[in-house]
């Protein structure tokens, strides 16, 4: 039974004059943000300031890399080489690391960024590059993943450390996948629903699924919120109260892993 | 009299498949390559490919920032901000940074690229927002600028080390400013000119102007010269041995500066 | 004095997922919208669908040209050649007007963007390039520009019919200048402050500037609100009701000017 | 037997101060110019060069549409939905198109670009999307295609005026696929080779296979030559020569179909 858990969310997505997200609301209650680098979102002024409120937080910090898709917010696939690939996420992830240097931080982990993340969950190819360029920028950072995942099987293969990550507000299907937004009932609002289904998750790792089946996830480390839900600083904050009233540790994955 | 000098020149101005420069001709006659960062341009593989190359002939590499203007290659001024330019600094060189990183390579300078260069050697504002970026980044980078400019002088007061900057192929003003390109004779394309001018602005730290006077430009350490002319590798390894033939080691500005 | 009276509001100003503004709340309100082009904003999927809304609420559409400044909002001042000024113009006036052609609606007007329409405000180079361009695309379009200023005055000299406009909620220096946002008082929030001043404008032709002082605007046919505040739908909706209970018809600028 | 045929070639394929191809060299020996429009290359000042220099040697002229993808110059796939294929291809048609009208020339056809070409060519919703959006813009356009793909099928259906399109110096699969060009002999870089090629195309409709085969292409409309190798222009010239010679007549597609 896990009596630690960290809760992670994607942060820094505006861009420019494009704002998006809730940081200020979200950022209290949260242990990891996954900083998006500039390729989806996330101008340099914005890594600045999304690092800034995560050192007055004491929030750790990932490098969020993304295909280079601005107009299309990183959600669409494209059909990189691996050498794209690699060189892509070494860009991002040294560029937000440089802000985290300047700020006297450390970079603690990296998070694949929409459809780089989906892609890198299932194809061993992409996966084994993503990988093969987080542990050449540094064999230390902590990698996030799907507990079954290509992404989470090639950074063991390559001994980096992987944090398994499973959704809050995500419904699941029976094979263990997330069901599709485009479905029905993909996203869980109910606040109260989304705790007890992350303390299911933490203590017993495992998840009701979309058909009422209970499967395994395996362990998992780090729970994901979404950030660009009008109330999610509210979810968050309520998700840490109830993680902590049931006895589990809200705190950032590089202390217990 | 100085026996030292380091030439240094504007690499990986390439983008995707958009070519540009003849780095492979001009890298083995070079000592500093001022790598391209992705805002003018210098896309992720370009940027691998090109410290890959620097590598390979012992090349000491530095940033080459600029504004964020692919379309113009970062030769339009822009109203940015001090916060703005802070930021997009920091990014950009520890984008380039990252990659040196993982081809176990220091990073041994920041040059500033086009517009902004030209504004930071102007104007007081711009000039300390750049180095200050620098200074926050790493204190141990050297800031390449002109010898009388108020980015040299920023970067004095702020205690970095400055390589000052002469150039090789351009003409110069009776104020020391480079004459405008639009104008005739801007450009000197004579190969045995260029290396006796260099020799003279090493020996004497002059130059003789446009209109044939002769100014001081004061200690100089780096010699530009521009890789984006047909023959840019041939001028680079004539006036490498001509320097050489004249008695003046060439070599990295961080080796004697 | 003036019986008829057009509003206009910048819209269509988010990019991809990022979104901006309340279109929705505010199209049904407005008879003039400024659809932004891709340069600042408007990727093409926003940019149809702002057309479509302003159809159905038969609300006429001008393209609102930028800067190539995705990353500054076009807000950051950029230093274009008259050449590149031209080419950037017909190529965003094109391509807004390529969609309104699928639709079936004319494009009525022109309205530069931020830093550019503040430059071509004041400068004769950029007003006479600007309006060069949009002549040479289509002479019937109409010109939106302060009553004084240099692209008034170039588009009256190209024998453009040009559309002068006053600002609802921005305060006035004496000089008939706007006052800078980052001075205090310097936008007007009170919606019955809001309605009372553009009444004065079009009956009078004057406004109170930010010392209290009356002066001349000259006639206004086009008042513009802000699109980005969040209640600027509450403030389109009692604007335009205020015009029509002093007796004032609100329609497109095309059908009086 | 055909005895007409157009020649043509992707060109305006730089961006900014990146430039690439021969325009200069191989416009005077085309028929058509597909013009690259913003998302792949293509600059609007580049765009407008590009267009007076058809215009000079009376080439006619189509939109070259791309992928939004710069840094990867269009040769990746994206996974685009069909309504953002619809709406990027109305923009970047509309904006060549503008171009065009300020010239005083027509636009001939639309030619897709790279890996939305590829995509169209064999995928019905990809090829329907893009054709509902050429239609949308103007019926009177001509879709070049190749003989039997997916894009030709949706064109034909939709009533639009098709141009089947044939490669001069690339190799053909048996099945009538091009060879890919990382295989070997995927180019094919002998001039008398190509013209001999171009002239059975014309006449039979038919090629040989890389596997020694004769095969059916069907009826050829238009020879798409490459723009981008040093020798272009000889090859365009050479090709035009031998076409003449062989009793062909070398005209756009748009005065024969």
Chains 1, 2, 3, 4 share one sequence.
């Not at 240097?101 to 299932?122: D, F, M, S, W």
């Not at 660009?228 to 540790?249: C, F, R, Y």
Request: proline letters at 4%; glycine letters at 8%; one cysteine or more.
């Amino acid at each position: 039974m896990k009596t630690k858990m960290d809760i992670n969310c994607d942060l820094g997505e505006g861009y420019g004059a494009f704002m998006k997200g809730n940081d200020e609301a979200i950022m209290p209650h949260i242990t990891s943000a996954n900083v998006a680098c500039g390729f989806h979102a996330g101008d340099p002024v914005t890594i600045a300031k999304t690092l800034r409120l995560a050192k007055k937080f004491k929030v750790a910090i990932g490098a969020h890399p993304s295909n280079p898709d601005l107009m299309g917010f990183g959600r669409r696939e494209m059909g990189l080489t691996t050498e794209e690939i690699r060189n892509y996420l070494i860009y991002q992830i040294s560029a937000v690391h440089g802000f985290a240097k300047t700020l006297g931080i450390e970079l603690q982990h990296v998070k694949l960024h929409g459809a780089l993340y989906n892609k890198a969950a299932r194809d061993d190819e992409t996966a084994q590059a993503a990988v093969q360029a987080i542990k050449a920028y540094s064999p230390n950072l902590i990698v996030f993943a799907p507990p079954k995942s290509a992404m989470a099987e090639a950074a063991r293969k390559a001994k980096m450390q992987v944090a398994y990550e499973a959704f809050a507000d995500r419904a699941y299907n029976p094979d263990g996948t997330l069901v599709s937004r485009r479905k029905p009932n993909a996203l869980i609002t109910d606040i109260q629903a989304i705790a007890k289904r992350v303390i299911q998750m933490a203590r017993e790792g495992t998840v009701e699924t979309i058909n009422g089946e209970t499967i395994q996830l395996g362990e998992v480390h780090t729970i994901c919120i979404h950030g660009d839900t009008p109330d999610a600083g509210k979810v968050a904050e309520s998700l840490k109260k109830a993680l902590l009233k049931a006895g589990i540790q809200v705190i950032p994955v590089s202390s217990f892993l």
